[in-house]
């Protein structure tokens, strides 16, 4: 079945540092894939995502590229905001069935200290 | 503005009670979707329906019923066979042509 593997946190930084978010994934097919992100207390929202191989989602600072060879979708920013605090999902669709369900990573909580 | 509510924000259940989560979308979006979390877990699909009057059970959807009578309401029950219901649930949609979900802002079941 279809997984989703992303780093354990929490994960600490000081404002301004530079940020990677490791998700590694499998699936049979070509999944699309996308980074959510939870603020305390609320919904997810979508991030960025990517639909096929060598794609670059983009949104707000954060990049994220679809490499299918290591089924990997790492997210990254350059310089972390402490607004970018919360917890960072990483999931990928399952459209063999075109049901479109999602498979998430167990999530990874950003703190970002001034 | 268009987006998908869910209420109660909080919501308690006292122990053999079924209790009912609300989830209304006006995006006139075609699939709706009920997620589980749990502290430190990910999301897990407990129910989803692609079109009015069908629906298909998710990953863990013992101990909870849905309903889907109209397109914009996902109606969640969450039964007294259901014995562990602590946790924060997401409503989510999509449209009949995209892969993406959007998700609500969510109901935290409590159990007194």
């Known amino acids: 079945g279809n997984s989703v593997t992303q780093m354990e946190g929490p994960v600490t930084l000081s404002e301004e540092a530079f940020l990677t978010i490791n998700c590694t994934y499998t699936a049979t097919g070509y999944p699309s894939l996308f980074w959510y992100v939870q603020y305390p207390g609320e919904g997810l929202q979508l991030l960025l995502k990517?639909?096929?191989?060598?794609d670059k989602g983009s949104n707000k600072g954060f990049e994220a590229t679809y490499r299918k060879e290591t089924t990997s979708f790492h997210l990254e920013k350059g310089s972390v905001q402490v607004s970018d605090s919360a917890v960072y999902f990483c999931a990928l669709s399952d459209s063999g069935g075109s049901n479109y369900k999602l498979t998430f990573g167990k999530g990874t909580l950003l703190t970002v200290n001034p | 503005d268009g987006g998908i509510t869910q209420s109660p924000k909080y919501l308690f259940r006292k122990e053999g009670q079924n209790v009912t989560l609300s989830c209304e979308q006006n995006l006139n979006h075609d699939a709706m979707y009920w997620y589980r979390q749990d502290p430190g877990q990910g999301l897990r699909l407990i129910y989803y329906?692609?079109?009015?009057?069908?629906?298909q059970k998710g990953d863990i959807a013992e101990g909870y019923s849905v309903s889907r009578e109209k397109k914009e309401s996902f109606p969640l029950t969450v039964t007294s066979a259901q014995k562990n219901p602590t946790a924060f649930y997401l409503c989510?949609?999509?449209?009949?042509?995209?892969?993406?979900?959007?998700f609500g802002p969510g109901t935290r079941l409590l159990v007194l």
């Open positions: 990517a639909t096929k191989a060598d």
């Open positions: 989510a949609s999509r449209p009949g042509k995209g892969e993406t979900q959007y």
């Open positions: 329906s692609q079109i009015v009057n069908d629906f």
